[in-house]
């Protein structure tokens, strides 16, 4: 069985999928925001999104680039939920382009902007124009995706068990060992 690295737009199930994916057949599970956060040489205990906001883009893809590194060395099989943001970080994609399979989870960009507004204003997004902001990010990211994943889940709103069922089919069918 190999590694496996799912690459998604933020809320688009990665981290829950993964977990989900993990426990079905008993692998461990990362998910590279948690990760990153361990980086903090100041050991705040800040999120994610609080780091990208109060610390900015370049302390956090730096953190970002180091979980991934640590990540990448540790023996497997596991499966690895990246950040929703983290196929813009050429080092973070340098780092796990090895990797055995990457996947990337599509979803529509209506739901996913739904589902991230669900959590108030993102620091990505600005408070003038959230949706035109989103269509832009959601294009240079999806084309990122598509070019960097070995294989695209279309997910069209699937609830997780209909996603999890989807995912172990799309790896079944591709014969990666899953």
Not at 48 to 56: E, F, K, S, T
Request: glycine share 8%; hydrophobic share 40%; aromatic share 8%.
């Amino acid at each position: 069985m190999k590694n496996l690295v799912l690459a998604g737009m933020k809320h688009s199930g990665k981290s829950t999928l993964g977990k989900a994916l993990a426990r079905e057949k008993n692998l461990e599970f990362f998910d590279l925001d948690d990760l990153l956060v361990l980086e903090d040489p100041e050991k705040r205990s800040l999120s994610a999104r609080q780091i990208y906001r109060d610390l900015g883009k370049e302390v956090f893809q730096s953190w970002e680039a180091k979980a991934a590194q640590k990540i990448s060395t540790r023996p497997g099989p596991w499966v690895l939920a990246l950040g929703g943001g983290s196929i813009q970080n050429p080092q973070v994609l340098e780092t796990l382009k090895s990797q055995d399979l990457r996947v990337f989870l599509q979803e529509d960009s209506k739901i996913l902007f739904e589902r991230i507004m669900a959590g108030g204003l993102p620091a990505f997004l600005s408070p003038g124009n959230p949706w035109g902001d989103f269509q832009q990010i959601y294009a240079q990211r999806t084309a990122l995706m598509e070019d960097w994943c070995h294989l695209k889940l279309p997910l069209h709103g699937a609830d997780i068990p209909e996603a999890l069922r989807l995912l172990t089919a799309l790896l079944k069918e591709n014969d990666h060992g899953w």
